[in-house]
């Protein structure tokens, strides 16, 4: 099993990269990257597999860090 990353401060990535919720999912929260467009649901977890952070990084168009 990957390592988790807490919800919170992957929030707080995904924000300080420019991306903002475009809208409350039953299960997910869905972000926009307001610079490209580009959207992606982040889970409810209290804890996201990196392996899954990995992934919406790449559907919201940012760069590893």
């Known amino acids: 099993t990957g390592s988790c990353v807490k919800r919170k401060n992957f929030i707080r990535e995904l924000r300080l990269k420019g ?3 475009k809208r409350h999912g039953a299960n997910h929260d ?8 580009l959207t ?4 409810r977890h209290s804890e996201i ?3 899954v952070c990995k992934l919406i990084r ?4 940012l760069k590893e860090c």
Not at 31 to 37: D, F, K, L, Q
Not at 40 to 43: G, I, M, R
């Open 49 to 51: 597999k990196e392996s």
């Open 58 to 61: 790449l559907q919201l168009g």
């Open 40 to 43: 992606a649901p982040v889970p």
């Open 19 to 21: 991306c903002a919720v």
């Open 30 to 37: 869905i972000y926009i990257n307001v610079r490209s467009g």
